[in-house]
């Protein structure tokens, strides 16, 4: 596979997602740092192969630049072009449009994504040590309530690929975890792929076990037309 899913989110009819290899099924490198100014090239063309594996070649990869802080972007393609999102700073994306990929990089700090089934709303977080610290999760599910009258017991959270404790001193996971459910989520609906990319660094890049010197990953969400 040249990314991985959540069997639960899968299901949920109204949204695409996933989480992207270090490679894909060919052997080729699958980076996807989009702020690699060396790599331009090579990125915006895997960008293309993301884009048409998952079936919407035409839709925008909307990023930020991400900081380690808990700023949320509310995307809002009929006031910003993805471009100038692309240059704005901040750790976390969520949206009501449809057709529009919300992109979060990672390599080892965790890719958050957030369902709200009843709104059809969703939001994608980056929750590093600093971000956690700063409760970004938090932060996100509050602006999801404000801007499209979300309730946490009716967000689904789906957590991808990250260093675990086994790898790292602090417990993302579990730090996360428990500030999900702090605002409401309700326990049942949080999901986790259980998946250490520093354990397991031939299949994700892991940013501390190769010592800074990797690529970077999508944790990716879509609400479909």
Do not use: W
């Amino acid at each position: 596979m040249n990314y991985v899913t959540l069997p639960v989110l899968s299901k949920i009819p109204f949204i695409v997602h996933g989480f992207t290899h270090r490679k894909l099924d060919n052997g080729h490198n699958f980076d996807l740092n989009l702020y690699d100014c060396n790599q331009k090239n090579h990125v915006e063309n895997n960008l293309k192969k993301l884009t048409n594996l998952i079936g919407f070649p035409s839709a925008p990869v909307i990023s930020c630049h991400q900081v380690h802080l808990s700023k949320i972007i509310n995307v809002d393609l009929q006031k910003n072009t993805p471009q100038e999102i692309r240059k704005m700073q901040g750790d976390g994306l969520l949206t009501n449009q449809p057709n529009v990929i919300l992109a979060i990089l990672t390599a080892d700090c965790l890719p958050i994504l957030l369902i709200d089934k009843k709104q059809k709303a969703i939001a994608a977080i980056h929750a590093g040590r600093n971000g956690s610290m700063l409760f970004i999760i938090e932060a996100a599910i509050k602006q999801m309530e404000i801007l499209f009258g979300t309730k946490s017991e009716n967000l689904i959270a789906g957590i991808g690929p990250g260093i675990k404790k086994c790898c790292y001193e602090v417990d993302l996971f579990r730090a996360n975890i428990e500030q999900m459910t702090k605002k409401g989520v309700l326990k049942e609906n949080i999901f986790s792929l259980d998946l250490c990319t520093s354990c397991k660094k031939d299949i994700f890049f892991s940013y501390r076990a190769e010592k800074g010197k990797t690529g970077r990953m999508l944790g990716f969400i879509m609400i479909k037309n």
